[in-house]
């Protein structure tokens, strides 16, 4: 196999005629020696480069089929517009850590109905959300993306990196239309459409089911967080009133007897708010004063005067003032 | 200044200039500018016109040089200034550095006098290059050759005289013998042909043999030279036509008798003496001849020479020609009193008619030329102008502004396009300002027709006003003068009127008395060329009193004659074969031939039938040109243009009301006569019978006033053969019939009124909905609703689609925006929210179907939408075809995602998620509804805006763009041409619209303009009136612009700026970088400018308006064919083959076509270049036609076509370099050692092809590279 720089290049036969060419290189880890469970394991990890961008798992696994068996893909490059973490994941406790492995299987061919599904994660003795249905569709990325193959074994990995010349070029997988489960072109389209405008009911469920949980969530968080009620001051056995920085309508959650909000107290201390006070000194008070200001109202003038000039100045290079 | 420039630069430049540090340097130096400045002031030439001089050229980096220092001195030398003891105010304002008295006072009349500083610099800058080069050595050469020919000409009649011989000039050999005895006129012209080859341009009927009077050549009288070269008022010409010096030679009076007044014997001499002045002029200098007769009235022929280059009087550089005008001795026999506009000169021979009445009818046109043709006038008029050029200081500005002004507007000389009338007007500009300061001569008090004024003093203007001023007071009375209703009168040499002024009234023209008080020089302008005139000042004043903006170049500096944007309704006019149906034998004559009697009478007739629907009608025709001088007629016009300026109030009615059942005989005869058969009596509701024109409306009102001027020409002037483009413009925004037979079975149903219906609807059935909530509004934000969409709707009845071949199966859907009433119960998570407007749409659509007959209801989700931001819509399709995506407004969601982005703990790509989250938001929910009812805003205020818009987006379409402009910006744009239409009137139709916004595009400079639209200001006001921007508004708009070119020089996203008063950052539509970038902004530019080029070229010959909407695919790497059959708006093409839907209904629906879902809105061909975009965005350029487009041109971006060294993330398909081509068998390439070494890659070009036919599996039928 040929080398640039410390990459291998795999050429994929798209047809007989034109060749794809991936860049492959075994994956090194950067992380810390102390992480536990690495996501892409070092020895049987290829790291490529240049990966199609209608690629699909299984299309590499197809083509890798030969020199070894693939456990899964991983795709990189969050795509933004792909995310899939909900703001949720955030508020939720510590157990997202174990999820985070299973998501990035779920990555590839994700769609919106899909990834709907995911964002609502099951708790334990809570209700669940029904997902909406969804359908294996080819997902497109960026071109020249790279990506992860992990291999069952490293020994897949060792042939992958040691092809024969005589292997080359691999060609690219083609499953009959009938078979392919991840359509393209008009097809894919079609599909497309079809998939994201799922049956009532099932929109239903999902809608409801997500409700659900988020009021369990929304009532769960409300027990947590105070005794107090909104709008009831809060006395404590000493008779002091606890008093609270005021949200954006002067009240708290927490409830309390609230004081200036934090916006005008920054207000306060950056200045803005002072009242313009009347300055002592006296304009034209003397005979020099007025003199002065005069000649600074000239001078003013004439810079003025002259910055329109040179704008003017300007101008004529451009268009030279000649009408025809 | 330039004179300036040119003597003490020396002294300058080698000084430092900023801000001198010592008080004593400050001096000396300022004593030296007050001396240059003093020098400068003795120097003789006084002209007050301020050369060009050749020295200036040179001084021309160290001139910046001294601006960029601040030189306070360098106005001083400007040419209006007064003398004054510079040397002490040098002096003052050096130690000060203070401004002197003398510049504050200068500074403060530039603002004062001239709207401002800039205008008053950008007019001193205008104004020497319009006029002629006024320095000794370019002069030199013309004057030279003036002597030589005064006095060849003043002795011509001694041809071998020793003269000749002593004068330096190198005659020719063959000098022309000059015939010393009498000759009949006939074998005068003979031997002039004979032995000159020069014709003579004898006016018709010519002489015969049978002609009495004999003619011999003797030199002339006298000659001056006359008009804008002597006055030294010349302007430049349109169209780089030479300045003209006018010289008027006196036909000797033994040559003339007193009878020659008639039947233009006087012309036939004058046409005589001309050609043996050009037979004398040719034997005796080089120089090109021609003849030219102004206004096509070869009565008025004159000779013009041109200078031959590297000939011995070589004036080439003054770009001027020389106009040799014969005219009347100063004692000319023909009596005065024949030039009175009552007296009758022209006689028909052998008429049948009692000569008794022709003595009586006046024959004004030609008396006029005769007067014209005076030495007396000329010399009159000289003087006149020279009285006023010394008594108003700023006569000659003033003069050259409003003629540049006009020349700009076609109301003067130019190779294309000239209002009719005003050709050979360049005095009257003059003559105007004279008469607004000086004031004209009062009328007899019982003259009174109504609208004669009894003002006592006429002087309107100052005469010590700027330039500047003079200008506007003249547009101020052109915008309000009404020349047919009041006539004007200068003050009279004489003190008196010579006829009376009611004689004047009788000729039923424009009346504009000269001072001789024998001249009405409005003679020959047809009405309509003023009413046009008055709008463009009217315009022009609008302009001028915006004084926030850049005025200058719209007043002066931008062509404005092309007809196709000017006009509403533009015709050409084929006139072979054209017959008057009255003709008035006499004034044929008058006129001086049938084509000027034919054009001046379809300005009447059309005039009468079209009554108020129009502000103003012209004709329009290039000036004539120069003829050979052996060609004695000038070559006849083949056709004319005619332009009309609509009034949309009136212009679309249908009925034209005429008399009354019982009006007198004469004006029903009047009225039938004017529309023959299609006049007829018809009874109104009102109860009245009257006589009446109906239009039917067949579809489209606009067309109205083009189908009248069809009727009255065909009926009047048998003229059939007339182009128009906008029935043909009108097609383009249709689909083939064809195709909408198939779609609908009544052809009624369609268009936006019905889509509204259907809207309607809708809310309705939304509000009957039991829902938790009630409605409170439904925003629509679709094109179709809002008359902006190409086609109007074509709905497709769901019972005949799945019938339908797939590629015109298109239903486009309606984007609306339901607002239920506020409530509590919202929950306050983003994600909530969307999982509760799920709900909401289920509740929606269910109710639907069952409400509903036969329309269907589902949810469509977003693809690729974020779990905070909102990604669900309800879809509604009823079962007449129409489709709506309804999506569910709640106001906090805003306050929620702002929040989220301001909140510091969460993660990076979460705060991403809410900030495109909020984008969508604000885009969707609120600027898109507001967009929209401004728009519906427009529409309602411009008939002519919806039409126009459609164009413009077809053509925009058409050229590719449509995936690279939002149509919102569209739409902005053309609101701007229409609102902002100065310094031209608002346009009326659709063709006239899109021209106008077509040439603005090639004109605008995005890159350094932006636009302002004063879109939200016109809700609820009157047409008419003119939206302004508050200057606050304005302030923050160039600031906004300013920040965002700073930010972003590259102009990656926002090239074109264009800000309303609720976005006055201009980034509504240019998020996420969906508006233009500066490479698409260059290629709108570049189109814009050709299609400018196919509109201009197009009309002379046939413009196919078609090919205005052909794009070449020539220029792209490579173009990617769809399978037209696949794509359901392929109905929409431009030129779409018909046969796909008309013959085979065989490749009916290859997808499951169920009528229980059916699919609106799908484009895959949208879809599939949406997802090339996301995925090749950085490595190619694609560009597509949504509306039908059969192919997507692509151009790879030059940067990743490089070789680079190879990066794992260079985000492009690369294969390494210097790897060969596979040929044929599956060999692998072999890369050359070094160029892997090197690690190199270059871009895979057809490794990405063949990607891309992957993806466009079934929708692309070939990629074709181009370039390789």
């Known amino acids: 196999m040929q080398k640039l720089s410390d990459f291998g290049v795999l050429p994929i036969a798209y047809t007989p005629q034109v060749i794809h060419y991936l860049y492959i290189r075994a994956h090194i880890t950067k992380s810390k020696a102390g992480a536990a469970i690495d996501e892409f394991p070092p020895n049987r990890t290829l790291f490529v480069v240049n990966i199609p961008p209608d690629a699909t798992e299984r299309e590499l696994i197809t083509l890798f089929s030969k020199p070894g068996t693939v456990e899964r893909v991983a795709f990189a490059g969050h795509d933004r517009v792909e995310g899939f973490v909900d703001e949720e994941t955030s508020d939720e406790e510590a157990a997202e850590s174990l999820n985070m492995e299973e998501m990035e299987i779920n990555d590839d061919g994700d769609d919106s109905p899909s990834r709907k599904k995911k964002n609502e994660k099951p708790k334990a003795a809570i209700p669940k959300i029904i997902p909406l249905p969804t359908v294996s569709l080819r997902h497109l990325r960026r071109t020249g993306s790279i990506g992860h193959l992990i291999f069952t074994s490293p020994q897949g990995l060792?042939?992958?990196l040691s092809l024969p010349e005589s292997a080359l070029p691999l060609t690219w997988p083609k499953f009959k239309a009938a078979s392919a489960a991840e359509p393209s072109g008009l097809a894919h389209y079609l599909a497309k459409y079809r998939s994201l405008r799922p049956a009532l009911s099932a929109v239903k469920e999902h809608a409801d089911s997500s409700m659900e949980v988020y009021e369990h969530k929304q009532a769960l968080a409300n027990r947590n967080t105070s005794k107090y009620r909104k709008g009831d001051a809060i006395v404590d056995e000493d008779g002091f009133t606890l008093v609270t920085r005021g949200g954006a309508y002067g009240q708290t959650l927490g409830g309390g007897v609230g004081v200036a909000s934090k916006k005008f107290t920054q207000e306060i201390a950056s200045g803005k708010r002072n009242r313009k006070k009347k300055s002592s000194k006296k304009d034209g008070f003397y005979a020099f004063q007025v003199r002065e200001k005069k000649i600074q109202e000239q001078i003013s003038l004439k810079k003025k005067f002259d910055a329109e000039r040179s704008k003017v100045e300007k101008a004529k290079q451009g268009r030279k003032f000649r009408p025809y | 200044m330039a004179r300036l420039k040119g003597k003490s630069n020396e002294k300058n430049v080698s000084k430092t200039q900023n801000q001198p540090q010592k008080r004593g340097e400050r001096i000396r130096h300022s004593q030296k500018n007050g001396r240059a400045d003093a020098m400068d002031l003795d120097s003789p030439s006084g002209s007050g016109s301020e050369s060009e001089d050749e020295s200036t050229t040179d001084a021309g980096s160290s001139d910046g040089e001294m601006i960029k220092s601040g030189e306070f001195h360098a106005k001083k030398d400007d040419p209006e200034e007064q003398t004054q003891n510079k040397d002490n105010k040098a002096n003052v304002q050096g130690v000060r550095a203070l401004p002197s008295a003398q510049e504050l006072k200068e500074i403060f009349e530039a603002s004062e006098l001239y709207q401002s500083n800039t205008f008053k610099l950008q007019i001193d800058d205008l104004l020497p290059s319009v006029s002629p080069k006024s320095s000794q050595t370019s002069r030199a050469p013309l004057d030279a050759f003036l002597l030589a020919l005064h006095e060849?000409?003043?002795?011509?009649?001694?041809?071998?005289?020793?003269?000749?011989?002593?004068?330096?000039?190198?005659?020719?050999?063959?000098?022309?013998?000059?015939?010393?005895?009498?000759?009949?006129?006939?074998?005068?012209?003979?031997?002039?042909?004979?032995?000159?080859?020069?014709?003579?341009?004898?006016?018709?009927?010519?002489?015969?043999n049978d002609t009495k009077w004999t003619f011999k050549y003797l030199p002339p009288e006298s000659i001056v030279v006359i008009g804008s070269w002597a006055a030294n008022l010349s302007v430049k010409h349109q169209d780089k036509a030479d300045f003209g010096v006018d010289i008027a030679v006196a036909i000797p009076t033994e040559l003339l008798q007193e009878k020659d007044y008639l039947n233009d014997r006087y012309f036939h001499k004058r046409a005589l003496y001309l050609a043996c002045l050009a037979a004398s002029i040719k034997s005796a200098f080089s120089v090109d001849l021609e003849y030219d007769s102004p206004i096509d009235d070869i009565r008025m022929s004159c000779l013009v020479l041109r200078p031959q280059k590297g000939s011995e009087y070589d004036w080439t550089k003054m770009h001027a020609c020389i106009r040799i005008i014969p005219v009347q001795p100063a004692d000319s026999p023909i009596p005065g009193s024949r030039i009175a506009p009552t007296s009758s000169n022209l006689r028909i021979a052998a008429s049948a008619t009692g000569?008794?009445?022709?003595?009586?009818?006046?024959?004004?046109?030609?008396?006029?030329?005769?007067?014209?043709?005076?030495?007396?006038?000329?010399?009159?008029?000289?003087?006149?102008?020279?009285?006023?050029?010394?008594?108003?200081?700023?006569?000659?500005?003033?003069?050259?502004?409003?003629?540049?002004?006009?020349?700009?507007?076609?109301?003067?000389?130019?190779?294309?396009?000239?209002?009719?009338?005003?050709?050979?007007?360049?005095?009257?500009?003059?003559?105007?300002?004279g008469y607004l300061v000086e004031g004209g001569?009062?009328?007899?008090?019982?003259?009174?027709?109504?609208?004669?004024?009894?003002?006592?003093?006429?002087?309107?203007?100052?005469?010590?006003?700027?330039?500047?001023?003079?200008?506007?007071?003249?547009?101020?009375?052109?915008?309000?003068?009404?020349?047919?209703q009041e006539p004007v009168f200068m003050k009279t040499v004489a003190g008196e009127h010579k006829f009376p002024p009611s004689s004047w009234l009788s000729t039923k023209r424009p009346v504009f008395i000269d001072p001789t008080s024998t001249i009405n020089l409005l003679e020959g302008v047809p009405l309509g060329s003023l009413n046009?005139?008055?709008?463009?000042?009217?315009?022009?004043?609008?302009?001028?009193?915006?004084?926030?903006?850049?005025?200058?170049?719209?007043?002066?500096?931008?062509?404005?004659?092309?007809?196709?944007?000017?006009?509403?309704?533009?015709?050409?006019?084929?006139?072979?074969?054209?017959?008057?149906?009255?003709?008035?034998?006499?004034?044929?004559?008058?006129?001086?031939?049938?084509?000027?009697?034919?054009?001046?009478?379809?300005?009447?007739?059309?005039?009468?039938?079209?009554?108020?629907?129009?502000?103003?009608?012209?004709?329009?025709?290039?000036?004539?040109?120069?003829?050979?001088?052996?060609?004695?007629?000038?070559?006849?016009?083949?056709?004319?243009?005619?332009?009309?300026?609509?009034?949309?109030?009136?212009?679309?009615?249908?009925?034209?009301?005429?008399?009354?059942v019982d009006a007198p005989q004469p004006t029903i005869d009047e009225f039938r006569e004017l529309w023959g058969d299609k006049a007829e009596l018809r009874r109104f509701a009102d109860g009245s019978i009257v006589e009446c024109v109906v239009w039917e409306s067949e579809g489209d009102r606009t067309e109205i006033p083009t189908r009248i001027v069809k009727h009255v020409l065909a009926r009047h002037f048998n003229i059939k053969k007339i182009r128009e483009v906008q029935s043909a413009f009108g097609q383009l925004t249709e689909q083939p019939r064809s195709a909408l037979r198939l779609m609908s079975e009544s052809s009624t149903i369609g268009g936006y009124k019905s889509a509204m219906q259907a809207f309607d609807e809708l809310v309705k059935t939304i509000k009957g909905m039991d829902l938790p909530l009630s409605l409170v509004?439904?925003?629509?934000?679709?094109?179709?609703?809002?008359?902006?969409?190409?086609?109007?709707?074509?709905?497709?009845?769901?019972?005949?689609?799945?019938?339908?071949?797939?590629?015109?199966?298109?239903?486009?859907?309606?984007?609306?925006?339901?607002?239920?009433?506020?409530?509590?119960?919202?929950?306050?998570?983003?994600?909530?929210?969307?999982?509760?407007?799920?709900?909401?749409?289920?509740?929606?659509?269910?109710?639907?179907t069952n409400k509903l007959d036969g329309s269907h209801a589902r949810i469509a989700m977003d693809a690729l939408a974020s779990p905070v931001e909102d990604g669900a819509a309800v879809e509604?399709?009823?079962?007449?075809?129409?489709?709506?995506?309804?999506?569910?407004?709640?106001?906090?969601?805003?306050?929620?995602?702002?929040?989220?982005?301001?909140?510091?703990?969460?993660?990076?790509?979460?705060?991403?998620?809410?900030?495109?989250?909020?984008?969508?938001?604000?885009?969707?929910f609120l600027d898109s509804p507001r967009h929209h009812s401004a728009i519906v805003n427009v529409h309602r205020r411009h008939p002519g805006f919806s039409p126009a818009v459609r164009l413009v987006k077809r053509w925009f379409a058409a050229h590719l763009l449509s995936n690279t402009i939002p149509p919102e910006l569209i739409e902005l744009l053309c609101a701007y041409v229409f609102l902002r239409p100065d310094p031209q009137v608002t346009p009326n139709t659709g063709s006239t619209g899109f021209a106008r916004t077509i040439s603005f595009l090639s004109n605008w400079d995005w890159r350094r303009e932006y636009l302002a639209v004063p879109l939200y200001g016109i809700a609820g006001e009157d047409a008419t009136k003119d939206i302004l921007l508050s200057q606050d508004t304005r302030k923050s708009m160039s600031a906004a612009f300013e920040e965002r070119r700073t930010r972003d020089p590259g102009m990656n996203s926002g090239a074109w700026h264009i800000a309303t008063e609720q976005d006055v950052t201009g980034v509504w539509w240019c998020k996420d970088g969906r508006g233009p970038v500066s490479m698409i902004a260059d290629r709108v530019t570049a189109l814009a400018k050709a299609s400018v080029q196919v509109i201009q070229h197009g009309l002379d010959s046939s413009l196919n308006v078609k090919a205005l909407f052909h794009h070449p695919m020539d220029g792209y790497d490579f173009v990617i064919h769809l399978e037209p059959s696949v794509l359901p708006r392929y109905a929409q093409n431009v030129l779409p083959d018909e046969t796909l839907w008309t013959s085979s209904l065989k490749n009916v629906n290859i997808q499951a076509g169920d009528s229980s879902s059916p699919l609106v809105g799908f484009d895959p061909a949208r879809e599939l270049l949406e997802d090339l975009q996301r995925v090749y965005g950085d490595t190619i350029a694609f560009f597509y036609d949504y509306l039908g487009g059969t192919v997507i041109g692509c151009s790879w971006n030059p940067l990743v076509r490089q070789a680079k060294p190879f990066r794992a993330l260079l985000g492009y398909s690369m294969k390494p370099e210097g790897s060969k081509k596979v040929r044929g068998n599956l060999s692998i390439a072999r890369m050359s050692p070094e160029a892997v070494s090197k690690g190199h890659v270059v871009l895979n070009e057809d490794a990405i092809l063949c990607e891309i036919s992957r993806m466009g599996l079934g929708l692309i039928k070939e990629i074709v590279k181009q370039t390789f």
Not at chain 2, 402 to 427: H, I, P, S, T
Not at chain 2, 455 to 480: E, I, M, N, P, V
């Open chain 1, 158 to 160: 060792a042939s992958v």
């Open chain 2, 152 to 208: 060849h000409l003043m002795n011509s009649a001694n041809a071998t005289s020793s003269r000749t011989k002593k004068s330096k000039s190198k005659l020719k050999n063959t000098v022309w013998q000059v015939p010393h005895s009498p000759q009949s006129p006939i074998a005068l012209a003979e031997a002039l042909l004979l032995e000159s080859n020069i014709a003579v341009p004898f006016p018709s009927p010519a002489p015969t």
């Open chain 2, 355 to 433: 000569s008794e009445a022709q003595m009586t009818i006046p024959t004004p046109h030609s008396n006029t030329l005769l007067a014209l043709s005076q030495m007396q006038t000329q010399t009159t008029h000289l003087i006149a102008i020279h009285n006023f050029s010394t008594s108003i200081p700023q006569f000659a500005p003033a003069a050259r502004l409003l003629r540049v002004w006009a020349n700009q507007r076609g109301f003067g000389k130019g190779k294309v396009d000239c209002v009719r009338g005003f050709e050979n007007m360049g005095a009257w500009w003059g003559w105007l300002i």
């Open chain 2, 441 to 484: 001569e009062r009328l007899p008090i019982n003259a009174a027709s109504k609208g004669l004024s009894k003002k006592k003093t006429l002087a309107r203007l100052g005469r010590g006003l700027s330039s500047y001023q003079l200008f506007r007071g003249a547009l101020d009375f052109l915008s309000h003068h009404d020349f047919e």
């Open chain 2, 532 to 660: 046009l005139l008055r709008l463009e000042a009217t315009q022009a004043l609008k302009v001028l009193d915006r004084t926030s903006e850049e005025t200058f170049s719209p007043t002066f500096l931008v062509d404005l004659r092309e007809p196709c944007s000017r006009f509403d309704v533009l015709l050409t006019v084929n006139l072979d074969g054209v017959q008057a149906r009255v003709e008035d034998g006499l004034e044929i004559l008058d006129r001086g031939s049938y084509i000027s009697f034919v054009t001046s009478s379809i300005d009447n007739v059309l005039r009468r039938a079209l009554g108020n629907r129009v502000k103003a009608i012209v004709t329009i025709h290039p000036t004539s040109p120069g003829r050979p001088i052996s060609q004695s007629q000038p070559s006849s016009r083949s056709s004319l243009k005619l332009g009309l300026v609509l009034d949309p109030d009136h212009a679309f009615r249908l009925i034209d009301r005429g008399p009354a």
């Open chain 2, 777 to 848: 509004a439904c925003l629509p934000c679709a094109e179709e609703l809002r008359y902006t969409s190409v086609f109007g709707s074509s709905p497709i009845p769901l019972n005949r689609l799945h019938r339908l071949p797939e590629c015109i199966k298109y239903i486009p859907v309606y984007d609306a925006v339901l607002q239920f009433e506020k409530s509590a119960r919202w929950p306050d998570d983003l994600g909530a929210i969307q999982k509760l407007k799920l709900a909401w749409f289920e509740t929606i659509a269910r109710e639907f």
């Open chain 2, 876 to 924: 509604v399709v009823l079962a007449t075809g129409y489709a709506f995506r309804l999506r569910i407004y709640h106001d906090r969601e805003k306050f929620l995602l702002e929040r989220a982005i301001e909140d510091k703990t969460l993660q990076p790509f979460q705060r991403m998620d809410a900030e495109r989250g909020l984008a969508v938001h604000t885009q969707r």
